[in-house]
């Protein structure tokens, strides 16, 4: 038994303030978009919702993350040295790195 088929012509209008594009190409833009971009503390507290005391026992100083994160061992986040020094995350990697680790940041941390 043969299956059916059915062919529509079908018009959809697209308004004129937006465009059609690939899902590939979405995500491209939406990788590009942190490219280039670095956070300091209050933006890393604004993307997770945490304020900083929360981020550095959690996420920050556990060695376990520190040792990918720490820029002295070729991560992408500057750990202060002195007083008045701020912290500094590359924007694009940082965001991959919460996304990728994201169970094992809040299901120890609770």
Not at 44 to 71: G, H, Q, V
Request: hydrophobic share 35%; aromatic share 12%; net charge positive.
């Amino acid at each position: 038994m043969e299956a059916q088929q059915l062919n529509v012509n079908l018009s959809i209008p697209i308004p004129e303030d937006s465009v059609l594009i690939s899902k590939i190409e979405l995500q491209e833009l939406k990788e590009q978009e942190l490219t280039g971009i670095y956070w300091n503390m209050k933006d890393l507290e604004k993307r997770i919702n945490r304020k900083s005391e929360w981020i550095k026992a959690n996420i920050l100083y556990p060695s376990r993350f520190r040792k990918i994160l720490d820029s002295e061992n070729g991560g992408f986040v500057y750990y202060p040295k002195s007083k008045g020094q701020t912290w500094s995350f590359q924007a694009r990697k940082m965001a991959d790195f919460l996304d990728k680790h994201f169970n094992k940041i809040f299901s120890d941390s609770f």
